[in-house]
Antibody, heavy 117, light 111 residues
Framework: EVQLMESGGGLVQPGGSLRLSCTVS????????MHWVRQVPGKGLVWVSN????????HYADSVKGRFTVSRDNAKSTLYLEVNNLKAEDTAVYYC??????????WGQGTLVTVSS | QSALTQPASVSGSPGQSITFSCTGT?????????VSWYQQHPGKAPKQLIY???NRPFGVSNRFSGSKSGNTASLTISGLQAEDEADYYC???????????FGTGTKVTVL
């Protein structure tokens, strides 16, 4: 059974940092592009970042460039998102997504990041 | 990266068909075959309904169909059912970035 489990969210002060993790099982992690997507509660979806299978290519939304870093550890079947210099507008549920836009698209249940003093 | 434009809400009666749009630009929907549609029920993660403009993933009902003309993609739900009441989002690859962009979302209400 395919599973994606995000963790690492929580309450953080403005300017703070967190590392989000997405641990997967049930498929060969090392063969898929992986994405992060976020959603402010009650609002729409926003694509954040992606990384290719061997980590040679990464892309970011303009709103997070320079502050967020995506990475992966294929040996541990885990995707990461390092989020730095957090702002109130980064408050959202963060989802990790396998093969977004492809036939094997699959989403985790999300982890909530709240940026507040 | 500006969001794709969707109608805020659409409604229909059980058994009816509804179609709603997703309008982008020549930098995204107009030139990309990577156009997807997602369904999201409250408190749940999104579920893909359509990928590559008009393809259905395994297990998705054939009541859902997608199409595209110019800069506008469309999702049709046939034989509307109570369980179809949810939020729907389109998304597309965009050459700006490159990156991906989602639509503003459409709330479907089954009357």
């Amino acid at each position: 059974e395919v599973q994606l489990m995000e963790s690492g969210g929580g309450l953080v002060q403005p300017g703070g940092s967190l590392r989000l993790s997405c641990t997967v099982s049930g498929f060969t992690f090392s063969t898929y592009w992986m994405h992060w997507v976020r959603q402010v509660p009650g609002k729409g979806l926003v694509w954040v970042s992606n990384v290719n299978p061997d980590e040679k290519f990464t892309h970011y939304a303009d709103s997070v460039k320079g502050r967020f870093t995506v990475s992966r550890d294929n040996a541990k079947s885990t995707l990461y998102l390092e989020v730095n210099n957090l702002k109130a507008e980064d408050t959202a549920v963060y989802y990790c997504v396998r093969d977004m836009f492809g036939p094997d698209d699959f989403w985790g249940q999300g982890t909530l990041v709240t940026v507040s003093s | 990266q500006s969001a794709l434009t969707q109608p805020a809400s659409v409604s229909g009666s059980p058994g009816q068909s509804i179609t709603f749009s997703c309008t982008g630009t020549s930098s995204d929907v107009g030139t990309s075959n990577q156009v997807s549609w997602y369904q999201q029920h409250p408190g749940k993660a999104p579920k893909q309904l359509i990928y590559d403009v008009s393809n259905r993933p395994f297990g998705v009902s054939n009541r859902f169909s997608g199409s595209k003309s110019g800069n506008t993609a469309s999702l049709t739900i046939s034989g509307l059912q109570a369980e179809d009441e949810a939020d729907y989002y389109c998304s597309s690859y965009t050459k700006r970035g490159p990156s991906y962009v989602f639509g503003t979302g459409t709330k479907v209400t089954v009357l």
